[in-house]
């Protein structure tokens, strides 16, 4: 794409998953700003071990490699820069305006979920990984701490639900209310092609700012006023524990700080559930937008 670092874009009708395809070639050498794209993924990955799944040709299915030097305490705005390109595509093509859940899913104005993104760090590159909620192919969590190095290449992975779901009754029952499309919220069918070259030319600007203080700053900034969950009163669902409070604020590190009961949390991974309380508009009680 002229006037990116994305010349390199592959496409795939059918791949087991673009992420994998990629942290592959970064082991072999490949650049900084290769894509993937595919049609169909046969094994894709979501958040914390879960699959991702789309019909073959509906959905934008896209990976990118990037080799940002970050420090391993800012590696999360790697993810933070797809996920607010991503947003930016939206926009440009849609108009829709979408948030973003934390840590990174773009949300419908209804508040379901248009999009996941998935980061990974090569995981030959173990000892530099940083620690969740940045994901770790090799299950790593050790970060190497502080400023130092180049740090691994880092593959950026965006499901984007365009044109599936068409309607409610696409869907498996388990995420009807939770996943919406594009097509949904629109009304029309959305060219996944231009959905692709915005986000690449939204990305652009947003990934070379990863190389300097400031630029890092501004799209940390960034990403804190396009994120949806600060304000928000959220469910934390973890391995082992289970509370409900209010989402104040985002670490430098991308952690999110919960208050329960006038004391702050912090949340490095995990699942966490928009709730709206009772009376609201729209109120279910429920699950707003769960993975
Ligand atoms: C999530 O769980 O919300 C993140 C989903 C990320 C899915 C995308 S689809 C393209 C890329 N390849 C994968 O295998 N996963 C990511």
Known sequence: ????????????????????????????????????????????????????????GANLLMSVLLRPGLPADHRHLAAAVVALAGADAVMTVTGLEPGVKWPNDLLAPDGRKLAGVLAEADAGAAAHLPPPPFAGSSGGSGGSGGSGGPGPPIVVGIGMNVNWPAADADLPAGLVGSATSLQQQVGRPVDRSEVL???????????????????????????????????????????????????????????????????????????VVHVRSAGEPGASGGRVAPE
């Open 197 to 271: 070259e915005s986000l690449l030319r939204a990305l652009e600007p947003r990934v070379a700012d990863l190389a300097t203080e400031s630029g890092r700053i501004g799209q940390a900034g960034d990403f804190r006023a396009r994120c949806c969950t600060i304000g928000a009163r959220v469910r934390v669902e973890l391995a082992d524990d289970c509370f409900e409070g209010t989402a104040t604020d985002l670490t430098s590190e991308g952690h999110l700080v919960v208050e329960v009961d006038g004391v702050a949390r912090r949340v490095v991974a995990g699942d």
């Open 1 to 56: 794409m002229p006037g990116t670092r994305f010349n390199d874009i592959r496409h795939f009708d059918t791949v087991d998953s673009t992420n994998r395809y990629l942290l592959d070639e970064a082991r072999s050498g490949a650049p900084d700003g290769v894509v993937a794209v595919a049609e169909h993924q046969s094994a894709g990955r979501g958040r914390l071990g879960r699959r991702w799944e789309a019909p073959a």
